[in-house]
Each structure stands twice: as structure tokens, then as C-alpha cells.
């Protein structure tokens, strides 16, 4: 599998010219798990050394797509701008890294999210030249996409997770306002508002750990945050645990194991981009230094698949990206201190 395969290379660059980058986890403050997608073995708990490994590149260089799990080694990516700055419509699905099937949205759009609810892809919101407010269904068997329900208001800048079948949806930008909501959706039902967040945020990154949505940084209408939260959906109970070791946007997360990886972002003015990878334990909201990319990188695409971290596209400091690589954890693991 190529997966398994990255673990061997990262152990053996001496053999290969395959690139890795790490760091041992690094605490720096101190403040049910998802099952895997393929395979025995789920990664333990507590942060994890992970390795990056260049899989790929796409058909085209985007940033800010929607993306989704599909199972296994799958993801798909969804719309986004492309080099020129101009929205894309196109849906590409990965397989272990090598590009599956291209395909097409409707219509053209960005800063949309997507999460993977009962066999098919739910796209929310995103925009083009103003914002929507659509949920659109993608597919996978198929490709085709149709329409599946409605935001309660347009709405593009979200971030979104998944808990079982249920989509919770957070923040975003109106075309006026930041939004403060906290939404949940599933296929068939009505829209929820489950929590409000203190403000009103755009751009953070959001994962779900142990039945919790961990919410980290964003822009908020005064600059970029530094502030994690974690939702409880069962009362609605919002609560700051910890605080990012800096103010981070356009970053995103992904779950291994129970702790909560944040990859990626910028501060709130652009070229700002930074290679860290920080996790997050849900649990008291310590956060550790874990590994740094090769090179900066926001608005990328960050999809765990249950042993592995997908990265795609993204935005350098100076140009959109189209490569496409994994973070694979060590055969050991530190929990760091």
C-alpha cells in the first residue's frame, strides 16, 4: 500500500530521494475516536512524529477548495481558485496520492467546505463573485452533483466537520458579517443552530475529536485568533481550552488518533504563511510543535484518512500550489513534554 510504503521511505532517506520533514513534539502551553479508514491499526493516543512524503501533483494548482474523505486512501477536492486567482468548478478524487477521476461542479466557486456524510460528499456554501447558499450533494459512485438543501443565510469562509452523519458547520462570511454560528446538518433534515461562538470568525480550522468539534484560530473582524475552542453538540456548551502558540488563519485540521493536527495558515496579512504543524489534545488544549513542512502553506486542502494526513494544493508565500503529499506518523511515538 502506498501508504505503508511512505512509513519505509521516511525511515530510509538515505536510500531515496524522497523529501521528509520532522520535528519530537515540542509542547509549547499547556492549557469517540474516529475509527480507521483502512487497515488494523489506529494511531495511539497522544501527539505523534510525523513525516512528510511527496505523493503527487494535481491536474491544475488550487487553493481554498472544499475537500472530503472517501474512504481508504480517497479524497476528493472540490472547486477552489486556481493559479490566477479565478474560481474553479473542478472535482478531483485521489487515490493514495495519483489522481482517480476529474469532474465538474455546476458552477464555479471557492472558500467553500465539504464534509463525508452516509456514502456521498455535502459541499456548504462558498462563492464566486458573491456568496451562496447552497448545500450540494457530490456523488462519489457517479460524480453528479445535485442540489441537497440550503444555509440558513449565504455564506462562504466556513469551516466544517463531521461527527457520525451529522455536519456541523462554523462561521463564515455573509458578504457583510462574520458569522458567530455553530450549524449542524444531516441529509434530509433542517438546519440547526447548536452554539455561537463570542465573534464572529472566517477561515479556522476545524476538526472533530471524541465526539467534540475542536475550533482553532480564524480571522476574526479584529485580526487573526490565536483562541481554540471545543463544542460540545450534545448541550451546545462552547469553551475556550488553549490558545495556539500564535494568531492563525486559513489554516485546517485533521484527527489522528484523538489529538487534533493544525496544519498550515498565515497571520492575517498575506506572505505570512508558516510550515508548523501543531496538534492539539481535545482534552485540556495542549498544543505541541510536531513536524514542519518543506515550505509554508495555507488554504491548503488537510484530509485525514484515518493513517495518514492528505495535504493538497495550498498557497506558498508567493503562488498557488499543486502538489500533493501525506504526513505519516513515526513507528514511534513521543507525547511530547
Keep these: ?46 501527539p505523534l512524529g510525523l513525516g512528510y512524503h511527496r505523493l503527487g501533483v494535481l491536474p491544475a494548482a488550487v487553493q481554498d477548495p472544499a ?19 479565478s474560481s474553479t468548478a473542478a472535482v478531483t478524487e485521489l487515490n493514495a496520492g495519483q489522481v482517480q477521476r476529474s469532474s465538474h461542479l455546476p458552477r464555479v466557486q471557492h472558500d467553500a467546505q465539504a464534509a463525508a456524510l452516509s456514502g456521498a460528499v455535502y459541499i456548504f456554501g462558498g462563492g464566486d463573485l458573491q456568496q451562496y447558499r447552497h448545500i450540494l450533494r457530490y456523488d462519489p459512485a457517479s460524480g453528479a452533483v445535485t442540489d441537497a438543501g440550503q444555509l440558513p443565510q449565504a455564506a462562504s469562509d466556513v469551516a466544517v466537520t463531521a461527527i457520525g452523519d451529522t455536519a456541523y458547520i462554523v462561521g463564515g462570511f455573509n458578504g457583510t458579517q462574520f458569522l458567530d454560528t455553530i450549524l449542524a446538518w444531516q441529509p434530509g433534515g433542517p438546519v440547526r443552530t447548536v452554539a455561537h461562538l463570542p465573534a464572529g470568525v472566517r477561515y479556522a480550522a476545524v ?18 485568533s490565536s483562541t481554540i475552542y471545543s463544542l460540545n453538540p450534545a448541550s451546545g456548551a462552547v469553551a475556550r481550552i488553549g490558545r495556539l502558540p500564535r494568531p492563525l488563519t486559513h489554516a485546517a485540521a485533521a484527527t489522528l488518533g484523538s489529538e487534533v493536527y493544525v496544519v498550515g495558515g498565515r ?6 504563511a508558516t510550515s508548523a504543524i501543531d496538534s492539539v489534545d481535545p482534552s485540556n488544549g495542549a498544543v505541541h510543535l510536531v513536524a514542519r513542512l518543506p515550505h509554508a502553506l495555507s488554504d491548503a486542502a488537510v484530509i485525514g484518512t484515518g493513517q495518514s ?29
Design 67 to 85: 475537500f472530503a474523505t472517501l474512504g481508504g486512501d480517497r479524497v476528493v477536492l472540490l472547486g477552489g481558485l486556481n493559479a490566477a486567482d
Design 207 to 224: 476538526a472533530a475529536s471524541d465526539g467534540r468539534v475542536i475550533i482553532a484560530g480564524g480571522s476574526l473582524p479584529s485580526g487573526a
Design 1 to 46: 500500500m502506498v501508504l505503508v510504503a511512505a512509513l519505509i521511505l521516511i525511515v530510509t532517506l538515505a536510500q531515496g530521494g524522497t523529501r521528509s520533514t520532522h520535528v519530537a513534539p515540542r509542547s509549547t502551553q499547556a492549557a469517540s475516536r474516529p475509527p480507521s479508514t483502512h487497515g488494523a491499526h489506529t494511531p495511539p493516543s497522544g
Design 309 to 337: 494526513i492528505v495535504i493538497a494544493g495550498g498557497r506558498s508565500d508567493t503562488a498557488t500550489l499543486d502538489t500533493i503529499g501525506a504526513l505519516v506518523p513515526h513507528r514511534g511515538h513521543a507525547a511530547g513534554g
Design 267 to 272: 497571520g492575517q496579512a498575506t506572505g505570512t
